[in-house]
C-alpha cells in the first residue's frame, strides 16, 4: 500500500488558481501513476488527471487547458496546477494511486483502477 496526503485546498473567486499538492511514501513513488479526482456534493467522484510512471499526462476535457499535472520524484509528490478556476471546479479533490508497476504504464481514468486514496483536500470557487 502507499500512503497519499493530499494539500492546497482552499476557497477561491473565479479566475484565480490554486495549486494542490499529493505526498506519497511507502512505495517507491516514481514506480507509480498518479491521477486527481474530484467530487461535488451529491455527484459521482470524477476523473480530472493523471500522470503515468513515464510523465505521459492525461486531461478531462473540462480541465484540459486550465490545469496541469505534474510529478517530482525527488520530493515524492505529484501536484495538480488548477488556473482560470471556474465555480463548477468545486469539490473535494483526490489523489490516487496505480501501483502495479505495469498498469501504472498506461493512462487510468476510472474510480476502481486506482488502489490508493488520499483523504481529499476541499476546492470552493466562488462567482
Known amino acids: 500500500q502507499v500512503q497519499l496526503v493530499e494539500s492546497g485546498g482552499g476557497l477561491v473567486q473565479a479566475g484565480d488558481s490554486l495549486r494542490l499538492s499529493c505526498a506519497a511514501s511507502?512505495?517507491?513513488?516514481?514506480?507509480?501513476?498518479i491521477g486527481w479526482f474530484r467530487q461535488a456534493p451529491g455527484k459521482e467522484r470524477e476523473f480530472v488527471s493523471t500522470i503515468t510512471r513515464h510523465e505521459i499526462t492525461y486531461y478531462a476535457d473540462s480541465v484540459k487547458g486550465r490545469f496541469t499535472i505534474s510529478r517530482d520524484n525527488t520530493k515524492n509528490t505529484a501536484y495538480l496546477q488548477m488556473n482560470s478556476l471556474k465555480p463548477e471546479d468545486t469539490g473535494a479533490y483526490y489523489c490516487?494511486?496505480?501501483?502495479?508497476?505495469?498498469?501504472?504504464?498506461?493512462?487510468?481514468?476510472?474510480?476502481?483502477?486506482?488502489?490508493?486514496w488520499g483523504q481529499g483536500t476541499q476546492v470552493t470557487v466562488s462567482s
Open positions: 490516487a494511486a496505480v501501483l502495479s508497476v505495469f498498469s501504472s504504464l498506461k493512462i487510468r481514468t476510472g474510480v476502481s483502477e486506482y488502489d490508493s
Open positions: 511507502g512505495r517507491t513513488f516514481s514506480t507509480l501513476a
